[in-house]
């Protein structure tokens, strides 16, 4: 099949391909091709051109030492043809007894019919809303045509972890909620599914490699934070050439994708197969390694040309409530999350083993509706907690945590009571329950959500052995954290930055959540990509003024 690539407006393409009707945008991004490195660009040519225009590069056939079974390429458009299909999911009985995840992925078969569904929009919303402006349009059409391996090229061009978000990124929030399939009613093409099995390939295959950058620089960059942003600019940093060195304070790598989110949404090996990767590309890993503590960050900005801070915010939300903070069986999300974790990596942790952090045999209630309470109200139950009821203020259709993870708690066996929020904690030493009241949501506040307000005489008591605060979370006192009272914060405590992700100290950049806030792993992923920029602006601006400086002498 020969596809004719015309030039047109932002680096869209169209094609027009012989046989059928019309025109439509093959969404072939240029800047995001850009991003290819030197192997991935072994796979792609470059068209005859005019002189003076933008190259316009068109995926070709696989090399010929490919391990790829390629199956018979797919037409697209199949939504006509072919429904919405979702990878097998795990029965909800035998899967709240473990820790597994609980979607099998789809097979070779599955992942080409669904990729082929994708309509080929002339403005592919998936793209537009995706905070890595991913190229899916063009990776679900080689995908239908199974040209896997080029696939996975165009994925990682953008995403330097695609396994991780085809795992866990609220798809229903992003691109596959506002696919046109989607809005037109046929449902959407299912990205996250294809996503996932198409790096899943990469990886069986052999087609991750360790970077290799064309050249070793001398310039070093330390960062400080393990977690996803700290490790997506670690690989575009490394992949530049620059001597990369990430610290964490915790005994593993991964920061929230190794202790945060549970096993059951995204298994430990796929978080440390990648954090492998990085080392093997040359990235060298300091973990137990806590900044304020080991070493200030004028330390470090004396060791490393430029450093990023990528700590992520990990300070709980106070609850507010009386008792919250004496009263035992009251404990924070994320130091139930860490538990729950590293008892699953068979690490013993004694807060679990005397029952502070285990829900086994009690009464859970969780405080929160965002992705943080959905964990932990599934992690309850996979623990053998008696009950798990979920107190939430407003109703599920506002709530901000992904619609597909509540289903998913619901099947599990987790009660959810909406439009209801917390007004005490009941219990003397130890906490018996809580009191909470009935809401309403009344006129909208500054950021166009209704605020819930109390009905008067609605109260009602809810049993618990153990309530868990996951109302989200907070910078710390990040001058004070890591010893440079210089470093300028803003009144929600996170790091300010210029348009590089520069902050207020020269050569001192921050990026994901410490800047942004709390946010989804995608962003701390995007906000990594482009911390490395910035930091490759500087340091190239820097390289020339000591060599300007030294041709002058």
Request: with cysteine; net charge positive; glycine share 12%.
């Amino acid at each position: 099949m020969r596809i004719r690539l015309v030039r047109k407006g932002n680096g869209l393409t169209k094609a027009r391909l012989p046989g059928l009707r019309g025109t439509w945008a093959l969404a072939c991004r240029l800047p995001a091709l850009s991003r290819l490195d030197r192997t991935s660009l072994d796979t792609i040519k470059t068209p005859r051109r005019d002189p003076g225009s933008e190259p316009t590069r068109v995926p070709i056939r696989p090399r010929p030492d490919t391990k790829e079974t390629r199956p018979m390429a797919r037409p697209m458009l199949q939504f006509t043809r072919l429904d919405q299909k979702t990878p097998a999911k795990r029965d909800a009985e035998t899967r709240r007894r473990d820790f597994d995840e609980i979607y099998t992925g789809f097979s070779t078969e599955a992942a080409g019919d669904q990729a082929s569904r994708c309509e080929q929009c002339g403005i592919p919303f998936c793209h537009l809303h995706c905070p890595l402006a991913n190229n899916i349009p063009d990776w679900l059409m080689l995908t239908a045509a199974g040209r896997l391996e080029e696939a996975y090229a165009l994925s990682s061009s953008t995403n330097s972890m695609p396994e991780i978000c085809g795992r866990i990124c609220p798809q229903d929030r992003l691109c596959e909620g506002l696919c046109v399939l989607e809005q037109s009613r046929h449902r959407s093409v299912t990205i996250g599914a294809v996503e996932r099995y198409i790096t899943d390939t990469a990886w069986e295959n052999g087609w991750v490699t360790p970077l290799r950058p064309v050249r070793e620089l001398s310039q070093s960059v330390g960062i400080v934070g393990g977690g996803p942003g700290g490790l997506a600019a670690a690989g575009q940093l490394r992949k530049m050439g620059y001597q990369v060195t990430v610290y964490d304070r915790h005994d593993r790598f991964g920061g929230l994708l190794m202790y945060g989110i549970p096993g059951f949404k995204l298994e430990k090996d796929v978080v440390q197969r990648r954090i492998d990767h990085l080392a093997a590309s040359g990235v060298t890993l300091k973990a137990g390694f806590e900044v304020g503590r080991d070493a200030t960050l004028a330390d470090l900005r004396q060791k490393h040309d430029a450093v990023l801070i990528a700590t992520g915010v990990y300070k709980a939300r106070a609850l507010g409530l009386a008792g919250a903070e004496t009263l035992q069986g009251v404990i924070k999300a994320l130091d139930y999350l860490i538990t729950a974790n590293k008892v699953g990596l068979g690490d013993r942790v004694p807060a679990f083993e005397e029952g502070t952090l285990n829900a086994q045999g009690k009464k859970v209630v969780v405080i929160g509706g965002g992705d943080t309470a959905m964990d932990c109200l599934r992690t309850a139950i996979r623990q053998g907690a008696s009950s798990v009821t979920c107190l939430y203020r407003r109703d599920r259709a506002n709530m901000p945590g992904s619609q597909r993870e509540v289903d998913n708690a619901i099947d599990e066996g987790v009660t959810f009571e909406w439009l209801s929020a917390p007004e005490a904690l009941l219990g003397t030493g130890t906490v018996s329950g809580v009191q909470a009241s009935r809401m309403y949501l009344g006129m909208a506040d500054g950021s166009g959500r209704q605020t819930p307000k109390p009905l008067p005489g609605s109260g009602f008591t809810v049993e618990a052995d153990l309530v868990i605060e996951a109302l989200g979370f907070e910078p710390e006192n990040m001058p004070t954290t890591l010893g440079d009272p210089d470093l300028a914060v803003g009144r929600d405590g996170t790091i300010g930055v210029d348009a590089n992700k520069m902050s207020s100290i020269e050569g001192v950049f921050a990026a994901g959540d410490i800047v942004r806030g709390a946010s989804l792993v995608v962003w701390a992923i995007r906000d990594g990509r482009d911390a490395a920029e910035g930091i490759r602006r500087y340091l190239e601006t820097k390289a020339a003024g000591v060599a300007g400086s030294a041709r002058a002498s």
